[in-house]
């Protein structure tokens, strides 16, 4: 499976883009997607995911309300939407999918996903 993240660039504090996350190759019949960031120095962390095919969805704390992930169909590309940005959200965020492979599973944890995108990078200015 190939990841393909879009979407990032420069924007001042409050304003909003839309990143794109487009996959090619292996489908899988239940999945999750996901969008995680990091920012230099800090660890990845989980920023929003949606399973395929429910479409529910999960955000870390401090995305929820500001961010939306969604996906319109099966071949759509993940798309997450961020509104009132700030400069703490700059970062590369990337894209991953894993396989629903367990009853229950945690989409919040980097270890659930088996395939990586590289990234786009989002820069919030102030």
């Known amino acids: 499976v190939q990841l393909q993240a879009s979407g990032g660039g420069l924007v001042q504090a409050g304003g909003s883009l839309r990143l794109s996350c487009v996959a090619s190759?292996?489908?899988?019949?239940?999945?999750?997607m996901g969008w995680f960031r990091q920012a230099p120095g800090n660890k990845r962390e989980f920023v929003a995911a949606?399973?395929?095919?429910?479409?529910?969805?999960w955000y870390g704390d401090s995305e929820q309300g500001r961010f939306t992930i969604s996906k319109d169909d099966a071949r759509s590309p993940v798309y997450l939407q961020m509104n009132s940005l700030k400069p703490e959200d700059t970062a590369i965020y990337s894209c991953?999918?894993?396989?629903?492979?367990?009853?229950?599973?945690?989409?919040?944890?980097?270890?659930?996903?088996?395939?990586w995108g590289q990234g786009t990078l989002v820069t919030v200015s102030s």
């Open positions: 991953a999918v894993g396989r629903v492979r367990a009853v229950f599973m945690d989409p919040r944890r980097e270890d659930e996903y088996e395939f």
């Open positions: 190759g292996r489908t899988f019949s239940s999945y999750f």
């Open positions: 949606i399973n395929w095919p429910g479409r529910r969805t």
